[in-house]
């Protein structure tokens, strides 16, 4: 090989992007076999196994995997939990803008059939339980799904007071409370309740009936 070609190929092996920093080679990771281990912890959770009584040593067992692959895709038991309450998230449901009241059924109905799947209210309820003991887990769940949620839910409640909806002496955080507190209540909280249809347009009304703005009345 003349020495231009060497050169030339050199040039070339260099120009080629290697791994990123720690990055490994080999063959990519198996969803199957990350699935199987996140449905092994909702197993364990949904047969009442706390946050604390979980292992990476249990839970490897239980997706009949090794410990090492557990280990090899979540450095521990809360960056595991977090994959896994990420696993149970549904998208949030489509805003349309053409009604206050309806963006606000619509996430309300939203948390409500949330709280219908068994999983979901186990899992969050497990993990509120444990969030004392887990303070990372959940800031972390929060800053990147609750936070998201929080801040549509507002948007809306912003929307009513620009339109004249809602009053505009009335703090939105404090009235975007009063709208999920009793679904997530009910949910996390009073698992026996009911969460029954209509539910979600029940809670918007009863809110937005204290909260409407009222016509002035002229002073004589």
Do not use: C, N
Not at 135 to 154: C, F, G, I, K, S
Not at 178 to 198: N, S
């Amino acid at each position: 090989m003349s020495r231009a070609a060497g050169d030339s190929e050199t040039a070339a092996a260099q120009a080629r992007p290697g791994p990123a920093a720690g990055e490994r080679r080999g063959r990519p990771r198996s969803t199957a076999v990350d699935s199987a281990i996140i449905e092994a912890v909702l197993r364990l959770i949904e047969d009442g196994v706390s946050i604390g009584e979980l292992s990476m040593e249990r839970i490897a067992r239980e997706a009949g995997v090794g410990k090492a692959t557990v280990y090899r895709r979540w450095s521990g038991k809360s960056a595991l939990m977090l994959d896994v309450m990420r696993s149970l998230d549904a998208q949030s449901p489509a805003l349309h803008g053409a009604s206050v009241r309806d963006d606000l059924v619509a996430l309300l109905e939203f948390l409500r059939r949330r709280g219908l799947a068994k999983r979901s209210s186990a899992l969050m309820r497990t993990v509120v339980s444990h969030v004392q003991d887990q303070p990372e887990l959940w800031a972390e769940y929060h800053d990147t799904v609750v936070r998201t949620r929080h801040e549509a839910l507002l948007g809306v409640l912003r929307r009513g007071v620009e339109s004249g909806e809602i009053r505009t002496d009335r703090d939105l955080e404090t009235l975007a409370d009063l709208f999920v507190g009793p679904m997530l209540a009910r949910a996390l909280l009073h698992e026996w309740k009911e969460l029954p249809e209509g539910l979600a347009e029940d809670i918007v009304d009863t809110v937005l009936e204290g909260v409407r703005s009222r016509p002035q009345t002229a002073v004589g």
